[in-house]
Structure formats: C-alpha cells, structure tokens
T-cell receptor
C-alpha cells in the first residue's frame, strides 16, 4: 500500500478565514512534505518534516503553518491567505531521509481557492 | 539551486508509437525521479534512479540515468491512451536522501492520438 490521503479535496476560503489541510499516511514513512503547485507549473517544495521535526522551510510566509502531530499525520494550517495562494497543495511522504534516495509518494492534493 | 530541463515541452504521438522524454540537470544528480500527473491530480510515482547507468522498466515504460551527462530519459513503447498526461522528472534538491525535498522540471505534456 503506497497511499497518501489528503482532505479536503477542494477548499474555498475567504481571506479572513482559518482553515487546515490534512495529510495522512500509514506506510510507516518518517519523512513528510508539503508542496504547492500553481496551474501549469511544477510542484514547489514548501516544508519538509523528518521524524516529526520541521527540517526545511522554504521561506514560506507565516500565514502557512505546518504541524506534524505524529508520524502518520501532517497538517497545514492556513490563516489570512491571499488570492495568489490559490493552488493545488500536495502532500508527500518517503520512508526516511538519509544518504540514499527514497521514493516519495504523493497524495491526490487539495485544490485551494482563496476569494 | 538545481534546475531540471525537460524536453520536449509537449508531445503528440499516434497510438502504438514509441516516444522518449528527456530530463537534463544543471547539477550532479543524486536521485532522479519520474512521475506522471493528470491535470489537477496528484503525482503518480513511476520510477526512481540512483546510480549512473541504471535502467528500470515497468510495463511499457523504461527509464535510464546517464550520470556523466546528468541526464535521464523516459521511453514509452507502443503508446496507449492511458499513457496520456504530464510527465515530470524530479531530483533530490540537496545531496540526496530526500532531506531537501525534490526539485521538478517543467513537465512534458503527452497527448496520444487514436
């Protein structure tokens, strides 16, 4: 089973709202990632969690706040977003981080629209 | 930062024909990944290549890594409508291991004509 699940599938929110995106995997993976993908562009890395600790923050604005409550769950808390934040948000996981490369498996994404 | 250049940007192929997509890196490749994406959906993992000269196949798709040229190619034999989509190559952003996430090429949009 190589499934990464994401909820919700679609989300529409106003600029003053607070919402959260959820990502879950039960493969025992110890690295989890958030990527942002704008239309007709490749995914861009936002955050990396390694063993439930934030290891990479790619200069993402503070209106995006990641959280890793346990090894299976990854959340992305959203607050005071801008219309330009509308995008497909993808979660991924991989068995671990280390010297060797490991497969990253992606979820189906959450389509976010900020009005 | 690492850059991945994919070619061609788009490709229209008649069903049953073979095709090749290329991915060239501006830096040393530690891990090269191929994904397929349908518009607006998640990325489907196809293959990961790690070592120079490595070649992997799955069904009718074969990927190769030329470490010296910092290039990878994805070859599809006897294309089918199910092969249509956007093919993305990705590479470990840092020195491998996924610790720095992946950097992606801009993708190749593949259309299969019946």
């Amino acid at each position: 089973d190589t499934e990464v699940t994401q909820t919700p599938k679609h989300l529409v929110m106003g600029m003053t709202n607070k919402k959260s995106l959820k990502c879950e995997q039960h493969m025992g993976h110890r690295a989890m990632y958030w990527y942002k993908q704008k239309a007709k562009k490749p995914p861009e890395l936002m955050f990396v969690y390694s063993y439930e600790k934030l290891s990479i923050n790619e200069s993402v604005p503070s209106r995006f706040s990641p959280e890793c409550p346990n090894s299976s769950l990854l959340n992305l808390h959203l607050h005071a977003l801008q219309p330009e934040d509308s995008a497909l948000y993808l979660c991924a996981s991989s068995p671990r981080v280390g010297v060797d490369s490991y497969e990253q498996y992606f979820g189906p994404g959450t389509r976010l629209t900020v009005t | 930062s690492q850059e991945l250049e994919q070619s061609p940007q788009s490709l229209i192929v008649q069903e049953g024909k073979n095709l090749t997509i290329n991915c060239t890196s501006s830096k040393t490749l530690y891990g090269l990944y191929w994904y397929k994406q349908k518009y607006g959906e998640g990325l489907i993992f196809l293959m990961m290549l790690q070592k120079g000269g490595e070649e992997k196949s799955h069904e009718k798709i074969t990927a190769k890594l030329d470490e010296k040229k910092q290039q990878s190619s994805l070859h599809i034999t006897a294309s089918q409508p199910s092969h249509a989509g956007i093919y993305l190559c990705g590479a470990d952003s840092g020195s491998g291991g996924g610790a720095d996430g992946l950097t992606f090429g801009k993708g190749t949009h593949l259309i299969i004509q019946p």
